[in-house]
T-cell receptor, first 116, second 109 residues
Framework: NAGVTQTPKFQVLKTGQSMTLQCAQDMNHNSMYWYRQDPGMGLRLIYYSASEGTTDKGEVPNGYNVSRLNKREFSLRLESAAPSQTSVYFC???????????????FGPGTRLTVL | SQKIEQNSEALNIQEGKTATLTCNYTNYSPAYLQWYRQDPGRGPVFLLLIRENEKEKRKERLKVTFDTTLKQSLFHITASQPADSATYLCALGDNDMRFGAGTRLTVKP
């Protein structure tokens, strides 16, 4: 049981390049999330997926797209990276199938992205 | 707009003392509030959840209070240890869960 896994762990991009951050969970959770964390700003929600087949914008969705590929996987895509997207990105999941929405979130180890 | 404020960016205390962290919120009517711990270079880890009808919750050396009138939660670590040094985050919301910026706690031997 690996929990929430994220790839890659580190990435350096040039301005304008694109990339996809991958996230997978093996806990049969319905909901998945993408956050970014910047110094002094805390975790900010980018997008979330309450269930397979649905996605919704969070607090800071501009410049990002997501795909809920299946129940296990939720990817985050940067189409044209900008220096302002330099951050640490965390994926999280929550709620076992049939569980209550008050269940806690489980986080992945993060992806450290630098955009030059 | 909705806000979650943890009013101390950093807190330094001596080993053995009680650490008290504060989380204030505005424009939320939360059914529950959560506290997480984050160590450097790692993702947050869940510690405690307290519901709106609970005034206080305890887990080992941790205690959380929740005052929906004051719109405030207090997080206490009693008999603190250097291993408690970390950033502590409070969180509100359901599917669109939002986090405070965190308080970095340092416990000195």
């Amino acid at each position: 049981n690996a929990g929430v896994t994220q790839t890659p762990k580190f990435q350096v991009l040039k301005t304008g390049q694109s990339m996809t951050l991958q996230c997978a969970q093996d806990m049969n959770h319905n909901s998945m999330y993408w956050y970014r964390q910047d110094p002094g700003m805390g975790l900010r929600l980018i997008y979330y997926s309450a269930s397979e087949g649905t996605t919704d914008k969070g607090e800071v969705p501009n410049g990002y797209n997501v795909s809920r590929l299946n129940k296990r996987e939720f990817s985050l895509r940067l189409e044209s990276a900008a220096p302002s997207q330099t951050s640490v990105y965390f994926c999280a999941s929550r709620t076992p199938a049939g569980g209550k929405s008050t269940d806690t979130q489980y986080f992945g180890p993060g992806t450290r992205l630098t955009v030059l | 707009s909705q806000k979650i404020e943890q009013n101390s960016e950093a807190l330094n205390i001596q080993e053995g003392k009680t650490a008290t962290l504060t989380c204030n919120y505005t424009n939320y009517s939360p059914a529950y509030l959560q506290w997480y711990r984050q160590d450097p270079g790692r993702g947050p880890v869940f510690l405690l959840l307290i519901r709106e009808n609970e005034k206080e919750k305890r887990k080992e050396r941790l205690k959380v209070t929740f005052d929906t009138t004051l719109k405030q939660s207090l997080f206490h670590i009693t008999a603190s240890q250097p291993a408690d040094s970390a950033t502590y985050l409070c969180a509100l919301g359901d599917n669109d869960m939002r986090f405070g910026a965190g308080t970095r706690l340092t416990v000195k031997p």
